[in-house]
């Protein structure tokens, strides 16, 4: 078989994500197959395999298409803003505007919080995503230090608090809009909540 060009390639293996993810979505991680991947988007397994080495790593590859360029959006709000306040604001407002107006951002989010266990094969996902909250809370954290030294927020404010406080509200938002979608299903709704929570902060949201 001839070697596929590389744009052909990533062509076929962003389809193969594609599949996988609105499979992962109905189905669930336990349930879904390689097989029910390869027929949902009109593939071979074999057409997998030359892409993925199993079902692991085709999940690992779809969460990537969204952490990635998540991240790189929290850095470029904080390089931004000046007002380490409306910096936290901005990225915790882009990251539910994502949410709402992505569809495949809110697809994995949908099936990483709500579709899939992370034990067993993907018990190391679970450590993944813990280092990754990690890294954004100590980035919050850091954060809230600023606004402290500037006079932003309370003098006795305790960062490391009011970061756990913050990623527990957002964190609430989004299983919130992903469980209960009749309840919260607008972005003017999330948003006025956000701004609830950072006026409360004194931040003057915008």
Known sequence: MARPCKADAEHTRDKILDAAEWMFLQHGYAKTSL????????????????????????????????????????E???EQEADPLQALYQMCLASLLQLFEDERHYRVHAILLTRCEQVGELADLHQHNLDLHLRIKQRCEGLFRQARKLGLVAADLNEQRAALALKAYMMGLYLSILREPDELNTIDTARQLLDDYFQRLGCKVV
């Open 35 to 74: 097989e029910m991947i390869a027929r949902a988007g009109g593939f071979t397994r074999g057409a997998i395999y030359w892409h993925f080495t199993d079902k692991v790593s085709v999940f690992k590859a779809m969460l990537q298409r969204v952490k990635l360029p998540m991240e790189r959006m929290f």
């Open 76 to 78: 470029q709000k904080i």
